[in-house]
């Protein structure tokens, strides 16, 4: 009996941060719930996902990234130069298929540019995609300027818009690559490495940890990752247009944090950056639905971010302080 | 006995579950020498800090020169006379060699509210002069030598009325010269009457120096001793606290067959490192700190670039580029700092043991968790690690069992050649023994093991062969049982200053010493040609450079309709709120934060600019209401991120969406139209410029001003070019870092209500992306964005330059829409720029 009693308490102690979030997630479902009566409808519940989903498969690499103690703010530009790339190709009379790939592509090349101009310059992170935050949006202003294409193939749609049974597609392929990420984060030497490398640097290369493949492939990955955001969305809108996901960066980062991941790299979370991602779409899509102002969504989206990170510090500080007690006890 | 300088009298510390000391008693008499010793976690740091002022004792008193006295900080010890030179020093990259000095004594000198950098320059020099050591007070701290950088100090300290003086370690990355150099120092100081304590492990320095000895064990003293009547012995098992046999367990055996070999291997072109291995041996690698041993054995694994040499195994001839190709051939190495080169501390002990041997336990690209586990546990057990389990921080063990773990690390990997880096260093005597021991079977195994130590007994008691180095070469090889001490110690010392002897006591030193006279010193600064050259090839000249290039270009091309004065003062208003915000990013970036919330706070101000202009009118009041509200924005991150010890991109992040929430809220979905004339005219009107220009211009003037001539200013970049050191001596950091926010708060309302005035109106959109301008234009501008570098001139300069980008593209007919390309390419080639100039001037020195 104490044995499983302990085994609980450990744990609940190992994910106390997941638990807490869980816990923010049906204060906020519960509340949203009370205000209006449509919440608790199946249809709606899936529905209010589809936004957030796009920001979900950034958020999913983006968590590696910062857990190496990266960052990228060009994944929404990122997201409409192939949006912009995949239309216009179309336009110019390339097949639909072929044209995605040449979006995904351009996405792809996105991201490598990122990991090699960070791991060859050796230049921080956060400057690296400021550039190419405005570098990227710029290709697609440049290549769009200010039109926008709208006649996509019938069977595109099905992507952004479609369902299988009562699930929308995108919810899917978001599941698909949830899982993609996280066995390759959980069950390959990558999450090791991506967490020695965030905690400390310079330990990893004396440790033989491949820290510039590494980050190379993180961060080509997420631009891919961008890029298959960049194909749902544009499937969603049945529009490429270069001022899709403005600000898109932010709420992907947004959501990381809320996870617990450490913006400062070294630990990381997959299951709470989707936690963070549920709490916020239950938080725009719910609030709108209770027909609160989507304004206020963005205020508690300020300030749920900034008292998640609050607690979360509080607790590694409380958590390091139970440790040194206990070790000087023994 | 006299009156002791300082008494420190039952002194007691605690930490969270830690008594870092316990009832301790020190007194210091003036004109003596006074060592300090014990071993690691013996409280000896701690008490520096409650010396220092850095830490505030819980129970005990503190009296200087008879009186009790309370210190509030590093700042109030030193102004009292108590000096601290730290172990590594506390060092400001950036910071000239008179900032130093002056944060290290008296604080700034300032003369009329501003920085006096004559005085300071002049107090420096001449507080140097009197150590005899010419160092330029221009020079910046990261070019000094570790000796240059102790002379700082010492002369810091000494420039006020220095009563005690603690020396943390001083000799550690010193030569012979500079040592004796010290000596002459401290007997000079000792014989002025100051009491001086010496903290040190090597206890034939704490013999040489010393009057007296107090040793600590585990936060209290555990003996003191007068040097001339006690003995090492004595000190030794005080320190340990109990007999200590002088014993190695070395077994000796006949060496096997070469498997490893050194072919004049190096990382420098002046070295030349050549020697065998074989199996089952010891070779221990003895020389001083710089000699070479800890670069060449980096170089072997990959880290360092090698210059020269090659390595040959027993089936081939190579160079790593990588530790993962040197573990593949099974060269492993153990690296000197556990801390910064072998430490995952945030890590489990599960991940730090297993991590350089994962892709040894993959089916395919899967890792085998339970295999992993299984060799984890087997390895550690047979280390006898001590810990609670797999999945504890590795920084919650002792520092023995770290090393343990971090061996075991290695020791999967089923090594050939193992080269250990001072395994020793800073674990106790106990896990000593038990690493010396396993050295032994190890090399019984038949593993290869190359030990570099700086501790003679050590390498003489496991070697079967040492290799002295010095100067990147091999300076002399013994075999076991053909050394004395000092023959290999001699061997060691580079032949010129042999003769410079470490004197019997410091005293008789001080009568050779040579004084430098200033002028002596002015040669030795750099020549005006060097300075100007520096001046033109700065990132604000550069930056004017293109500027003056690309405007004299869009001149020919627009026949002159460029220069009108209709265009040139549109350029200026377009980038004026730019300028105004990126002023005060410059202050934050500087001191090592970073604001992305500015286009929100923007649309905040604007907004409450805005209404309050259309209900009252005037320029003042809105003026009021718009910087007030940023202010308020401003103190808002900065106490969240200062206070609240969250992460500044955090923080903004969350105020970003949060103040973009309330603007949204407070528009209501509409814009604000039509402000009153006597509102506008504050953006619409002006004299010779429009007043936003001129606004702008004198917010710069005085922006540069406060970089370069206020304390607050100074200390911005103390405090962002090494946090953890401005700490250490007391600076204001978190004041200094708080109000850096607030300032960009405030300079974020004032563009705001430019802006509103300027166009009449405030829209929906308004500050979308105003973060990211102003960011690029203080990252253009040469700020470092990791903190402690940068002008408000350049990020000026560089705000300019991307505005005239976007005029030159309206000029050149080019679409908008090429804007932010330009801008991308932009910030790339300045950070690109920088990386190759950084890499120059590192090839230069």
Redesign the interface.
């Known amino acids: 009996m104490s044995h499983i009693g302990g085994r609980i308490q450990h744990a609940i102690k ?1 994910n106390a941060r997941e638990l807490i979030l869980l816990g923010v997630l049906i204060l906020v479902c519960v509340y949203v719930g009370s205000r209006s009566p449509f919440f608790w409808n199946m249809n709606n519940l899936l529905d209010m996902t589809r936004h957030n989903i796009e920001i979900g498969m950034v958020a999913l690499m983006m968590t590696l990234v910062i857990t190496t103690g990266g ?1 990228d703010l060009s994944v929404g530009s990122n997201v409409a130069m192939t949006s912009i790339v995949t239309g216009f190709s179309y336009l110019a009379g390339v097949p639909m298929p072929l044209a995605i790939c040449a979006g995904l592509l351009a996405a792809t090349l996105g991201g490598l540019f990122n990991g090699i ?1 960070i791991v060859a ?4 992170p ?3 995609t ?10 697609a ?2 290549i ?3 039109e926008r294409v709208s006649t996509f193939p019938d069977w595109f749609a099905v992507i952004g818009q479609g369902y299988i049974g009562p699930v929308p597609v995108q919810l899917i392929l978001f599941i698909f690559l949830a899982i993609i990420v996280a066995v390759v984060a959980r ?3 990558v999450g ?2 991506t ?2 490398v965030g ?2 640097p ?9 820290t510039p493949l590494l980050l190379v492939g993180l961060y080509t990955a997420t631009g891919l990752m961008a890029g298959i955001a960049g194909v749902v969305v544009t499937s969603r809108y049945a529009t490429a247009k ?1 001022d899709v996901a ?2 898109f960066e ?1 709420e992907a ?2 959501a990381v ?1 809320l996870g617990g991941t450490r ?2 790299g ?2 990381g979370s997959l299951s709470g950056t989707i936690l963070g991602l549920l709490i916020l779409a239950v938080l725009r899509y719910g609030l709108q639905l209770a027909l609160v ?11 749920i ?2 008292a998640t ?2 607690l979360n ?1 509080w607790l590694a500080v409380l958590h390091e ?1 139970l ?3 206990s ?3 023994t | 006995m006299k009156q002791p300088v300082l008494e420190l009298r039952n002194i007691s510390k605690f930490f969270p579950g830690v008594r870092a000391l316990s009832g301790v008693s020190i007194d210091i008499q003036p004109g003596e020498i006074h060592a300090l010793v014990g071993e690691n976690g013996a409280g000896k740091s701690t008490l520096l800090g409650v010396a220092s002022g850095r830490l505030r004792p819980d129970q005990g008193e503190i009296r200087l020169q008879g009186q009790s006295i309370t210190l509030s900080g590093p700042e109030d010890g030193r102004r009292r006379g108590i000096a601290v030179i730290h172990q590594e020093a506390e060092l400001f990259p950036d910071l000239s060699v008179a900032e130093w000095t002056a944060h290290l004594s008296t604080g700034l000198p300032m003369r009329w509210g501003i920085v006096d950098w004559q005085t300071m320059r002049s107090a420096s020099s001449t507080a140097i002069a009197t150590l005899g050591e010419p160092i330029p007070p221009d020079r910046l701290c990261k070019d000094l030598s570790a000796a240059e950088r102790q002379v700082v100090e010492i002369a810091a300290a000494h420039g006020q009325t220095l009563s005690a003086l603690f020396l943390d370690e001083p000799t550690t990355s010193l030569t012979r010269k500079e040592v004796s150099r010290l000596y002459e120092l401290l007997a000079d100081l000792k014989a002025k009457g100051v009491g001086i304590v010496y903290v040190s492990h090597k206890l034939s320095e704490v013999f040489d120096l010393s009057d007296r000895i107090t040793v600590l064990r585990d936060g209290e003293v555990a003996s003191q001793l007068i040097t001339a009547e006690t003995t090492e012995d004595e000190v030794v098992s005080a320190m340990v606290g109990r007999q200590v046999e002088h014993f190695f367990p070395k077994t000796e055996r006949p060496p096997g067959e070469t498997v490893f070999a050194s072919q004049g291997l190096s990382d420098r072109e002046d070295g030349d490192l050549s020697f065998e291995l074989r199996a089952g041996e010891v070779l221990g690698l003895y020389g001083l700190v710089g000699a070479g041993r800890s670069e060449w054995a980096q170089t072997a694994i990959g880290i360092r670039k090698a210059a020269k040499g090659i390595i040959r195994l027993s089936d081939q001839e190579t160079r790593f580029n990588t530790a993962a190709e040197a573990l593949r051939s099974g060269v492993v190495y153990l690296p000197e700092d556990r801390h910064v080169m072998g430490l995952f501390g945030s890590l489990s002990v599960g991940c730090n043991t297993s991590i350089a041997t994962l892709r040894d336990h993959c089916l395919g690209p899967f890792l085998k968790h339970r295999e992993v586990n299984d060799t984890v546990i087997t390895g550690l057990q047979k280390l006898e690690t001590k810990m609670a389990s797999l999945d504890v921080p590795i920084s919650t063990l002792s520092g023995g069992n770290q090393q343990k773990v971090i061996l075991t690390r290695w020791l999967l990997a089923e090594p050939r050649v193992l080269i250990l880096d001072e395994p020793t260093r800073g674990i106790d005597v106990g896990a000593k023994a038990e690493v010396h021991r396993l050295i032994d079977e190890l090399a019984g195994n038949g593993l290869a093991v190359i030990l570099i130590s700086s501790e003679l007994p050590e390498v003489m008691g496991m070697s079967d062969r040492i290799l002295v180095i010095r100067n990147g070469r091999v300076s002399k090889e013994f075999q076991r049982g053909q050394w004395t001490e000092d023959a290999i110690v001699s061997a060691a010392f580079p032949a010129e200053t042999n003769e410079a002897q470490i004197p019997e006591k410091a005293e008789q030193y001080s009568e050779e010493r040579g004084s430098a006279t200033p002028q002596e010193n002015r040669k030795k600064q750099p020549s005006t040609v060097s300075a100007i050259s520096k001046f033109l090839l700065s990132r604000e000249m550069l930056i004017a450079g293109v500027l003056f290039v690309l405007a004299a270009i869009l001149t020919v091309y627009s026949h002159g309709r460029f220069l009108s004065w209709t265009n040139l003062s549109d350029i200026l208003l377009n980038v004026t709120p730019v300028i105004l915000a990126a002023v005060g990013m410059t202050y934050v970036i500087v001191a090592g934060g970073i604001d992305i919330s500015a286009g929100s706070l923007l649309a905040i101000c604007a907004c409450l600019a805005g209404f309050t202009a259309k209900e009252y009118g005037g320029i003042w009041l809105p003026l009021l209401v718009g910087i007030g509200a940023g202010l308020v924005g401003g103190a808002m991150n900065g106490l969240l991120s200062i206070a609240g010890r969250l992460h500044p991109i955090l923080v903004t992040l969350g105020t970003m969406s949060l103040f973009r929430g309330i603007f949204l809220k407070l528009m209501g979905g509409k814009w604000i139209h039509g402000l009153p004339e006597s509102f506008t005219s504050l953006g619409q009107g002006g004299w010779i410029f429009p007043y936003p220009v001129w606004i702008m211009l004198s917010v710069t003037a005085i922006g540069i001003l406060v970089a370069g001539w206020t304390r607050w200013g100074r200390i911005l970049y103390a405090v962002g070019g090494n946090p953890h050191a401005a700490e250490t001596i007391g600076l204001p950091s978190k004041r200094v870092q708080f109000m850096s926010f607030v300032v960009l708060g405030g300079l974020v309302g004032l563009a705001a209500v430019i802006q509103d005035a300027r166009y009449g109106q405030v829209q929906g959109n308004t500050g979308r992306g105003f973060e990211l301008q102003v960011i690029a234009a203080v990252v253009v501008g040469g700020t470092n964005i990791m903190g402690g570098s940068g002008t408000v001139l350049g990020t000026a300069l560089a705000a300019l330059l991307l505005g005239l980008t976007s005029n030159a593209m309206v000029f050149m007919e080019i679409s908008t829409f090429y804007d932010k390309i330009v801008v991308g390419f932009l910030i790339l080639a300045a950070v690109i720029g920088d990386g190759l100039m950084r890499r120059r001037e590192m090839v230069q020195s």
């Open positions: 190992a960052i101009a310059g050796r230049i921080p956060l400057i690296v400021l550039a190419t935050l405005a570098l990227f949006r710029g290709i202003m440049a769009g300027k200010a069950l390959t030497p090791a490495f967490d020695a905690a400390n310079i330990a990893a290369r004396f440790a033989a940890v491949p270069p403005l600000g932010l980062i947004a944090v913006i400062t070294g630990w102002p989507t304004v206020w969504g963005t205020i508690l989206t300020g300030i971010l900034i990170a609050a510090e302080h440790q040194k007690r070790m000087t006890t």
